[in-house]
């Protein structure tokens, strides 16, 4: 039997799994990773993105975001058969919960879970979300799979007077024809939804997390670098409360030591892999 295979057993016997998953799994849609050599942060200041040049300088901000956000949604980009295989994980009953650091909306997607997506026509979002999980920006269903959307959804923006939720598109339009930087209806000015550096992730969302991570029985960490807080974290706090704990990353990460499975192998082999030994106890 080999690791995978055994990774499986796990799961199947477990009563909690939780993923938690990185620019890694979207890197085969397409979408840029952040570090490495082609990593986002080679080519763009990552300084220039946080919290406080937002409040202090948001037209500067939202001037370098167009570029960022041109860079980061070159195209519309597709679920990949690792996100399809997570979901479908998920669906067959394995999955307690996908915590993403990613904010492209792709895991919903996967889902078919329109809900937790921007609405086409560019009118508030609608979603039907209970107001904490609304204001945590996190929380959406995937089915019976909880997703929790650690840094938010780069595809919307939020007034941060009224509150207000928009597809991103629109508004990132309006900002390159010169509206610097955009705001609502209300008067306030818009922010990407997403947490910025320097920003604090809401607390409820990251006391969900980690007691997910504690829950577990499975932890598995796919296609980070887990080197930002809370990746960093959470994978040891799964394991110092007895989750077996997988990794499945191109390249080595920090907490490798702490893994009892490591794949340094692509996400789209690995997972439809899983999927199928899932299948075929
Ligand atoms: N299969 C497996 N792993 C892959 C693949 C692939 N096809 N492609 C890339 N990877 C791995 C890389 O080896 C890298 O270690 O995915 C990892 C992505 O790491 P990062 O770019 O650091 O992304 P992530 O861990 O999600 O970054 C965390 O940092 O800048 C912030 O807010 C940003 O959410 C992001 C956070």
């Known amino acids: 039997m080999d690791d995978l295979e055994s990774l499986a057993d796990e799961i199947r016997s477990a ?44 037209e500067g901000f939202w001037d370098d975001r167009v570029d960022l956000q041109r860079e980061l949604f070159a195209e519309e980009y597709q679920p990949n058969a690792a996100h399809d295989a997570l979901a479908a994980i998920g669906r067959d009953g394995h999955l307690e919960a996908i915590l993403t650091q990613n904010t492209d909306g792709l895991h919903a997607k996967a889902a078919d879970e329109t809900a937790a997506g921007p609405s086409e026509n560019g009118d508030e ?14 929380e959406t269903a995937a089915d019976d799979t909880t997703l929790l959307e650690l840094h938010g959804n780069a595809r919307r923006v939020r007034c941060t007077d009224c509150g207000r939720r ?67 974290s959470l994978p040891r706090q799964a394991a110092s409360t007895g989750a077996t704990v997988g990794i499945v990353n191109l390249e080595s990460t920090p907490v490798d030591d702490a893994a ?10 690995v997972l439809p892999r899983l999927r199928e030994l899932l299948e075929t106890p």
């Open 15 to 58: 009563d909690t799994v939780v993923a938690f998953t990185g620019a890694g799994i979207s890197a085969p849609s397409g979408v840029p990773t952040f570090r490495g050599d082609d990593g986002v942060w080679e080519k763009f200041d990552e300084g220039q993105f946080t919290y406080g040049r937002f409040r202090s300088d948001p």
């Open 260 to 269: 009892d499975v490591v794949r340094r192998e692509d996400v789209t082999e």
């Open 166 to 232: 928009r597809d991103a598109d629109p508004i990132f339009d309006r900002a390159a024809e010169g509206e610097l930087p955009p705001t609502c209806d209300c008067g306030g000015v818009f922010k990407p939804d997403v947490v910025l550096f320097g920003e604090q992730l809401p607390g409820a969302v990251i006391q969900r997390a980690r007691s997910l991570a504690r829950e577990s029985d499975v932890f598995l960490a796919i296609g980070s670098s887990l080197v930002v807080e809370p990746a960093a």
């Open 125 to 138: 979002t609608g979603d039907d979300r209970t107001d904490e999980a609304a204001e945590a920006n996190a």
